[in-house]
């Protein structure tokens, strides 16, 4: 008989590579790894990659078990556990549901110190799920009047904004007002049309800069996206179910509501849209070239989850994206899922190249690389050391206008 079996020799890599992990800290920065992460933290992340090992998909097991923690340690270090685990298991770099749990239950602590628990997560950390969860927990519970929603409005209209205690890169920011537009949705207890007007009244700012977009995407998804049980409750009466449903809700508006309705209502064609040619057929809702720019970007932000985050099947990518019978698609298909992949987390810059070099194979490189050159001052902090090294991975034609200040390029 086998000294150890299956699970045991998988538990013994995994722990091997958390030791790695640990040494490489050591190597790196002559720090201990105790003095790093804590012994504690070590321990945890140990048991929760050993107990999640033989799940069927290890990253919803680290959503339900990693949440648990906050009962015995501080929010500070769980993010650090879950470090850790992302270290050991690349597809939890999404993990955009811990960010809500771990919001929300800090936000259970002080519900009225909500902008101050927005300050203590990393910057895009679990690709902006943190900074949505704590905002939706804020006011979820609350049936709104007119007068409540005038109330909170000024708190909307900063809370995204440069404050002594947090400053905002551009994707924060935005991902910021995303998250204002899933709140809308509780002060207009379920209007859309009103969420959408909280938006255009709180995301226009009066230097010019406009994230109504991002917001109105926020009050669409929230239809069509619920996570919690009072999502569910929320929409139960206005979400539609069926695709026609679907188009006969969003006929109901016009210009950025109705484009940002029908392209959020993605979920209900999401088998069709993962065949080949998927998402062409999906964003010929419209024949208006921006409308169908920012479809493809919503679509690929799940196709890319699905391929990358969740398989890393780079080849099925590479088919999907030319399975496009648009060059056009097939260059927005490559240039979405490669910034998509910064949006979730920075440690993917060296597979978004990949995945513009996949592109540069078929001579359809030149938007994703543009856009990844763009997506630097996007990203990060203008001169910071992280902005370097991200730029530093381009191709070197492309590296100054990544550098440039304002992110634009040549």
């Known amino acids: 008989m086998n000294k150890f079996d299956t699970k045991s020799i998988k538990t013994l890599l995994y722990l091997i590579g958390l030791v790695i992990v640990f040494e490489g800290i050591y190597l790196l920065t002559g720090i201990s790894p105790a003095s790093v992460l804590g012994q504690s933290v070590q321990k945890e992340a140990g048991i929760i990659l050993e107990k999640c090992l033989e799940s069927p998909f290890p990253p919803s097991c680290y959503d339900e078990e990693i949440p648990k923690l906050m009962d015995k340690m501080s929010l500070e270090d769980v993010i650090e556990v879950t470090k850790v685990i992302q270290g050991q298991d690349r597809r939890y770099l999404y993990c955009h549901v811990l960010g809500h749990y771990l919001s929300e239950r800090e936000m259970k602590k002080d519900p009225t110190k909500w902008k101050e628990v927005l300050s203590k997560a990393p910057p895009t950390f679990c690709n902006n799920g943190f900074l949505h969860g704590a905002m939706i927990a804020r006011f979820n519970t609350d049936v709104f009047t007119d007068e409540m929603v005038e109330e909170i409005k000024p708190d909307l209209m900063d809370v995204c904004e440069d404050r002594p205690d947090r400053s905002f890169v551009e994707v924060e920011r935005s991902m910021c007002y995303h998250a204002v537009g899933h709140l809308a949705m509780y002060a207009s207890n379920a209007d859309p049309a009103k969420a959408v007007e909280i938006c255009g009244e709180v995301s226009v700012k009066d230097d010019d800069r406009d994230y109504k977009q991002t917001c109105t995407e926020g009050v669409f998804m929230q239809i069509y ?93 590479n088919e999907y994206c030319l399975s496009q019978s648009k060059e056009t698609y097939k260059r927005r298909c490559y240039a979405n899922s490669a910034t998509r992949l910064i949006q979730i987390d920075p440690r993917y810059t060296f597979d978004a190249v990949r995945i513009c070099k996949m592109a540069e194979e078929n001579g359809l490189e030149m938007e994703c690389y543009r856009d990844m050159s763009y997506y630097g001052a996007f990203s990060f902090v203008v001169g910071s050391k992280e902005i370097k090294q991200y730029c530093s991975a381009l191709p070197e034609e492309w590296r100054e206008s990544c550098l440039s200040e304002n992110g634009e390029w040549r």
């Open 225 to 317: 996206q619920p996570l919690e049980p009072e999502d569910f409750a929320l929409i139960a009466d206005i979400a539609p179910t069926t695709q026609e449903e679907a188009r006969d809700l969003c006929s109901k508006y016009d210009g950025e509501a109705y484009d940002a309705c029908n392209r959020e209502a993605w979920p209900l064609w999401r088998a069709d849209i993962m065949k080949p040619g998927g998402v062409e057929r999906f964003c010929s809702y419209t024949d208006d070239d921006l409308a169908q720019r920012k479809c493809t970007g919503a679509v690929m932000n799940m196709v890319t989850a699905t391929y990358i985050s969740d398989n890393e099947d780079f080849v099925g990518l």
